[in-house]
């Protein structure tokens, strides 16, 4: 089911933020069973998303592994280019994304923007990190050898991200990771993955891959 037209009368972008209550394709059948996110205040239904398990969490890393190569395949300077586009869209939709998570967790407004410029600002600094994965020289036994340490992105990271800060702790989570060149699967709390998939609906616009495969971010319940 769509989200709840009361909630989208509430933002600025509905055609954006929309589709949010639809999963990426994985590749392989999505469970049937659902579960619904509810307005802790109202107790209305926001939304109905599938209720995902152990085929679609394995679908999910699939697809980030196969996006991982051309992930750490960029630059540090192109991935904190990324970084720093998409803490700009958040900044620009704040309003939208503080609804939302409002809406789903209960949090008052001006909390929730508080938080949203929190998940920004995550996103901002490991923007700026991401041009310092610096290497280094390590002092030899012998004379007749060199220690260098090289810093590479070790693969697929799974992240799950509690009910009470879901979109900082989303960015607190994910920002490091994909600074350092590693792809994502995300497990947000059942009780607001909205603001999760609000952000990531955000993300696609902000990836800077002409030359490679933009890196994927599944969302799994």
């Known amino acids: 089911m769509p989200l709840c037209l009361p909630m989208i009368r509430h933002l600025k972008s509905p055609d954006l933020f929309g589709p949010i209550d639809r999963l990426p394709a994985l590749g392989t059948r999505i ?10 205040s109202t107790c209305e239904v926001l939304a109905e ?15 980030a592994y196969v996006a991982q190569a051309g992930w750490a395949g960029l630059t540090a300077r192109e991935r904190s280019d990324v970084l720093w586009r998409w803490h700009q869209l958040i900044i620009d939709h704040a309003d939208d994304l ?10 008052p407004l001006a909390e929730a923007k508080s938080e949203i410029s929190h998940a920004a600002a995550y996103l901002q600094w490991y923007a700026e990190e991401a041009n310092r994965v610096y290497g280094e020289t390590i002092s030899a036994p012998s004379m007749d050898r060199r220690m260098l340490v090289i810093k590479q992105p070790i693969g697929v990271v799974g992240t799950i991200t509690p009910w009470n800060f879901p979109a900082s702790m989303v960015a607190r989570k994910i920002s490091p990771a994909l600074a350092a060149g590693c792809t994502i699967v995300l497990k947000p709390a059942e009780q607001t993955p909205l603001v999760a998939g609000a952000m990531f609906a955000l993300a696609p616009s902000g990836w800077l891959s002409r030359r490679r495969r933009q890196p994927d971010l599944c969302v799994r319940r």
């Open 49 to 63: 998303l599938p209720d995902m398990g152990v085929e679609e969490t394995c679908a999910a890393i699939d697809k």
């Open 31 to 40: 469970s049937e069973r659902t579960f619904e996110v509810l307005n802790p």
């Open 98 to 107: 503080a609804a939302i998570l409002t809406a789903e967790m209960g949090k």
